[in-house]
């Protein structure tokens, strides 16, 4: 008698191979979902950012060279200081985005999902000399590749990780109706019942529109075809005056 062979395990789906997006529980017990940037996004806002930063050193150059000798210790200083301080300073004043950064959709946040601070900002940067080795980001690329967050060693010391900025969700529009008062006093849960079906209305067709509506035809004391146009009259006076009442 022959072994049974154990069935083989059913493939993923090829989304969980590629899916490389991450949940995070901030401090305040919050879950935020995250989305590592890839190499390629990664390094081209790096290439914008050295570019910006090449024709501010040209311009700073030529206006020092009236300077003379001072002007050329001038211009060694200010090089040192947009070289390492160029990307903290975005990073920590602005949410985490350099110039590149932003133009790529792209910023810097801790590990935790929580805005970028100075020391870590600092380490991530001052550690691109280890990822430079020994040659064009060496280093830097077999870190990325070999990690799932795409990390680099300046990231992985700092706890650091650059992430896709998701755009802010735009507020679905309200029917342009005028604003009602509710005839009793809505509790939260009805508040948001109501704004949800006026938010989503236009995503509904007629019919179930007018079906969703009929169930309140009665409790708001109008005919069922004109509950419908009550509830959004409603839904823009919540969003006018905060209550239902």
Avoid at 45 to 71: C, H, N, Q, S, V
Avoid at 105 to 121: C, I, K, Q, Y
Wanted: charged share 20%; glycine share 12%.
């Amino acid at each position: 008698m022959s072994a049974a062979v154990p069935p083989r395990p059913a493939n993923p789906p090829p989304g969980a191979l590629l899916d490389t997006r991450q949940r995070v529980e901030t401090p305040e017990g919050i879950d935020l979902l995250l989305r590592p940037a890839g190499v390629i996004p990664r390094a081209l806002a790096y290439l914008i950012d050295l570019g910006i930063r090449g024709l501010l050193m040209l311009a700073m150059f030529m206006l020092l060279a009236f300077l003379g000798e001072l002007g050329t210790g001038l211009g060694l200083l200010l090089t040192f200081i947009l070289t390492w301080w160029y990307m903290v300073l975005f990073e920590v004043l602005n949410q985490g985005r350099s110039p590149g950064k932003q133009l790529m959709g792209l910023r810097v946040v801790h590990d935790d999902g929580t805005p970028v601070g100075w020391s870590a900002s600092l380490l991530r940067n001052l550690l691109r000399f280890a990822d430079i080795l020994p040659f064009g980001y060496t280093l830097g690329l077999l870190s990325c590749l070999s990690n799932r967050e795409f990390k680099r060693l300046g990231d992985i010391a700092a706890g650091t990780l650059v992430i896709y900025r998701e755009p802010t969700p735009a507020r679905p529009q309200l029917p342009d109706v005028p604003p009602q008062l509710s005839p009793w006093p809505l509790s939260l849960e009805e508040q948001r019942a109501f704004m949800g079906f006026a938010e989503r209305g236009a995503s509904l067709s007629a019919a179930r529109r007018e079906e969703l509506a009929g169930i309140l035809a009665e409790p708001l004391g109008v005919p069922a075809a004109q509950a419908e146009a009550r509830i959004n009259g409603i839904a823009r006076g919540l969003l006018g005056s905060g209550n239902g009442r």
